[in-house]
C-alpha cells in the first residue's frame, strides 16, 4: 500500500523523492525550514498558515503582489532582486481558482536563487501540479481538498539534497494510508465532477463578474460593486444549495467577492 500511494504521488508530481505526512500543515512546516534568509508569499490566494508559520518559527517574510490571487511576475523580479529571500511559497491555482503563471514563476527565482514551493492542494491530478517548475511540492489530503482523505498530506522533491534537509514528520497511521489510496484513486473522478459543475455555475452567472473563468479552478468567485449584485449571487447560491464565503478573505481573493466552493458539494 505504502508503496503504491508513493509511486502515485511520484507520478502526479513528476518528483523523485516523495513522502506521506501527518498533515498539510506539517508539510508547510517542513518547507519553511528550507527558509534561511527569508520567506515570500502571495498577497492573496494561498493558505492560512503561509502567514502564521512565519511568524510563529522568527522566519522574515514578505507579501508578492497579485491580481485577484494571481502572481505578479514584475513585482516578485523586484522582491527578489534585493538578495533578502531563498523561498517562495504559493499556491496553484491561486484561492482554487486563478491558474498561475509557473514556468515564469519558476524562471524568475531561479535567476535570483531562490527555491520553488509549491502548494497543490487544489492543482494535484492536473497540468497546474508540475515538478518541472517546482523545487519542492506539498499537498494537503484534508477536508474539501482534491484528494479529500480527511487527514494527511504530501511532501516532495526533485532532488534529494534538498529533501533530506526537511525533518518531515511521517504518517505512521495504516488505516489513513489506506483511505488516501482510496481517495486518491477517486481523484480524476471529482475532478471531473467539480469542473463539469465550475462550467455550469459559470454559465448560469455569465452576466456577472465572475473572476478568471476561463482558467482551471475548483471554486468560483464572482466579485461585485455593489450590495444589489452581491444579494443576487448569493439568492443563486441559496437556491441551488451552493456553499459560499464572503471576500476580502486571504485565501481567496482580498476584494468583496463571493466565493461559491463547489468542493464542498461535490464528493
Given at each position: 500500500m505504502r508503496k503504491r500511494v508513493i509511486a502515485r504521488l511520484k507520478?502526479?508530481?513528476?518528483?523523485?523523492?516523495?513522502?506521506?505526512?501527518?498533515?498539510?500543515?506539517?508539510?508547510?512546516?517542513?518547507?519553511?525550514?528550507?527558509?534561511?534568509?527569508?520567506?515570500?508569499?502571495?498577497?492573496?490566494?494561498?493558505?492560512?498558515?503561509?502567514?502564521?508559520?512565519?511568524?510563529?518559527?522568527?522566519?522574515?517574510?514578505?507579501?508578492?503582489?497579485c491580481k485577484d490571487a494571481k502572481i505578479d511576475i514584475g513585482g516578485l523580479k523586484e522582491k527578489l532582486s534585493g538578495g533578502e529571500f531563498d523561498v517562495f511559497l504559493y499556491q496553484n491555482p491561486g484561492g482554487y481558482f486563478a491558474e498561475q503563471p509557473m514556468k515564469e514563476i519558476c524562471e524568475v527565482c531561479k535567476e535570483y536563487g531562490c527555491l520553488v514551493v509549491l502548494d497543490a492542494s487544489g492543482g494535484i491530478g492536473t497540468d497546474l501540479c508540475d515538478g518541472k517548475f517546482a523545487d519542492v511540492i506539498l499537498g494537503s489530503f484534508g477536508r474539501w481538498k482534491l484528494v479529500e482523505a480527511k487527514g494527511g498530506g504530501f511532501i516532495s522533491s526533485k532532488n534529494e539534497e534538498v529533501f533530506e534537509k526537511l525533518e518531515l514528520e511521517v504518517l505512521e497511521d495504516t488505516k489513513q494510508w489506506k483511505i488516501i489510496e482510496k481517495e486518491l484513486k477517486k481523484l480524476p473522478k471529482r475532478i471531473d465532477l467539480l469542473l463539469k459543475e465550475r462550467e455550469l455555475v459559470i454559465a448560469d452567472l455569465k452576466s456577472f463578474d465572475v473572476l478568471y473563468k476561463d482558467d482551471l479552478g475548483f471554486v468560483v468567485v464572482v466579485a461585485y460593486d455593489d450590495l444589489e449584485d452581491k444579494e443576487k449571487i448569493v439568492k443563486y447560491c441559496k437556491e441551488h444549495k451552493l456553499?459560499?464565503?464572503?471576500?476580502?478573505?486571504?485565501?481567496?481573493?482580498?476584494?468583496?467577492?463571493?466565493?461559491?466552493?463547489?468542493?464542498?458539494?461535490?464528493k
Open positions: 507520478e502526479l508530481t513528476g518528483h523523485d523523492f516523495v513522502e506521506v505526512v501527518t498533515r498539510g500543515n506539517s508539510a508547510i512546516r517542513s518547507a519553511l525550514r528550507l527558509v534561511k534568509k527569508g520567506l515570500l508569499v502571495p498577497s492573496e490566494g494561498g493558505w492560512l498558515t503561509y502567514k502564521d508559520y512565519p511568524e510563529k518559527m522568527g522566519l522574515k517574510f514578505e507579501f508578492v503582489d456553499e459560499f464565503t464572503e471576500c476580502p478573505r486571504y485565501i481567496r481573493v482580498q476584494r468583496n467577492a463571493i466565493s461559491i466552493e463547489l468542493k464542498r458539494n461535490i
